[in-house]
């Protein structure tokens, strides 16, 4: 069994500046990363964590 979470988060309003391509890269890399932090994160509006 395999857990996922999924996580919904407002971002910035700068973010409207910016490619969404190059945001999702910015998150991707930042997470990538220890500690992880999200760029770009608002508000986290939902966390589910799921089983598969």
Known sequence: MV???VIVITLVEE???TRN???EQ???NELS???AKIPWLKT???VI???E
């Open 33 to 35: 990363n220890e500690p």
């Open 44 to 46: 986290i509006e939902k």
């Open 26 to 28: 910015d998150i991707i």
């Open 15 to 17: 973010s409207a500046l």
């Open 21 to 23: 391509k190059q945001i």
């Open 3 to 5: 857990k996922k979470a």
């Open 49 to 51: 964590v799921v089983e």
